[in-house]
Antibody, heavy 120, light 108 residues
Framework: QLQLQESGPGLVKPSETLSLTCTVS??????????WGWIRQPPGKGLEWIGS???????YYNPSLKSRVTISVDTSKNQFSLKLSSVTAADTAVYYC????????????WGQGTLVTVSS | DIQMTQSPSSVSASVGDRVTITCRAS??????LAWYQHKPGKAPKLLIY???SLQSGVPSRFSGSGSGTDFTLTISSLQPEDFATYYC??????????FGPGTKVDIK
């Protein structure tokens, strides 16, 4: 059974860089059939797509976050990562990682989510 | 970029009711439209992909339809476990996916 698990600091200071890692188990991140993505949900608000990455390293980012976001993949560790720079309180959210099969263009497996709070 | 709206923003319903949620896109696109169910403290769950295809393991009381700019999610007979927030998401291009603002289904 495929599992995704987010990890990283739960508290980040304003203006610093948020860094999260998603570890994939029960399947290979190197499969040509999937993209891997990040989605977030600020408290009391809806879901927001952050971006996606292919095992080859090709990336797509939300235009509203593009200047601050970097998603990378480490196939040797079966992980992919998110970096969001210059964070503010508005970046406080539950961050999810998820799998996106190319054939259905929808996120079918999700991590449990991790709350990241931006505060001094 | 394609923007998504949903209506209603919330709906109060009873067990056994038929519930319909609408998702509208700012421009027409192919049928790469998904529906998710989200409960507090849980990961979102994929219900429908490609506008009308039922994800494996999802009860048949959930159905999706629509094309172009207007899409609907229907729950034919609401069950206690269906009280949640529902989101549509367009995936017309891998360059930009967009979620709708969500529709909260709560107990009447």
């Amino acid at each position: 059974q495929l599992q995704l698990q987010e990890s990283g600091p739960g508290l980040v200071k304003p203006s610093e860089t948020l860094s999260l890692t998603c570890t994939v188990s029960g399947g290979s991140i190197s499969s040509s059939s999937y993209y891997w993505g990040w989605i977030r949900q600020p408290p009391g608000k809806g879901l927001e797509w952050i971006g996606s990455i292919y095992y080859s390293g090709s990336t797509y980012y939300n235009p509203s976050l593009k200047s601050r976001v970097t998603i990378s993949v480490d196939t040797s560790k079966n992980q992919f990562s998110l970096k969001l720079s210059s964070v503010t309180a508005a970046d406080t959210a539950v961050y999810y990682c998820a799998r996106l099969p190319i054939t259905i263009r929808s996120n079918d497996y999700w991590g449990q989510g991790t709350l990241v709070t931006v505060s001094s | 970029d394609i923007q998504m709206t949903q209506s209603p923003s919330s709906v109060s319903a009873s067990v056994g009711d038929r519930v319909t949620i609408t998702c509208r896109a700012s421009q027409g696109f192919s049928n790469w439209l998904a529906w998710y169910q989200h409960k507090p403290g849980k990961a979102p769950k994929l219900l429908i992909y490609a506008a009308s295809s039922l994800q494996s393991g999802v009860p048949s009381r959930f159905s999706g339809s629509g094309s172009g700019t207007d899409f609907t999610l229907t729950i034919s007979s609401l069950q206690p476990e269906d009280f949640a927030t529902y989101y549509c998401q367009q995936a017309n291009s891998f360059h930009s996916f967009t979620f709708g603002p969500g529709t909260k289904v709560d107990i009447k």
